[in-house]
């Protein structure tokens, strides 16, 4: 392990605890050169993945980038932190324990859409908003209509 300020290997592990419900393990770093502290995380990875983008591009499945896009969604919303993450790992595990080293952007999405419904409607809306590319505010409402998200749900 490298440390992310100076690239020295001299790093030492201070702390290590479970996270995301068992799922992975934080691990609290220090640099032994220049004094930095910085936190990991191991998670198990069952397969290497590929994602097959809408033009047919393929690239490297990747975990963060998943996060990032469903925490802009959950933005101010009131859901902790760790039901994100554990929503995330659970949509990780789907892909890695399926059949296909290979997905689409669409399953993917898919996958998100559903743990979004459970987790929170209005993050549930905004994500839907660009997975479905939303060109206008009635397709805002056509999507909800059809979800029949009520308003005191959304």
């Known amino acids: 392990m490298r440390c992310p300020f100076c690239s020295s290997e001299d790093v030492q592990v201070k702390d290590s605890r479970s996270a995301e419900d ?4 934080r691990r609290r770093r220090l640099c032994g ?3 930095g502290r910085f936190t990991t995380f191991e998670r198990v990875q069952l ?10 591009k393929k690239i490297a499945f990747d975990r963060n980038k998943l996060l990032r896009s469903v925490m802009i969604a959950m933005q101010k919303r009131p859901v ?4 994100v993450e554990q929503m995330v790992s659970g949509v990780v595990r789907r892909l890695e324990s399926g059949g296909e080293g290979e997905i689409t952007s669409d399953y993917i999405g898919k996958l998100v859409m559903e743990g979004l419904a459970e987790l929170d409607k209005v993050a549930y809306v905004r994500y839907a908003s660009v997975y479905k590319d939303f060109r206008a505010t009635g397709d805002f409402e056509k999507f909800i209509d059809a979800e029949k998200l009520s308003d005191n749900e959304a």
């Open 22 to 25: 068992g799922n992975a393990i």
């Open 47 to 56: 397969r290497d993945l590929v994602v097959i983008k809408k033009s047919g």
């Open 80 to 83: 902790e932190r760790d039901k």
């Open 33 to 35: 050169s220049c004094g």
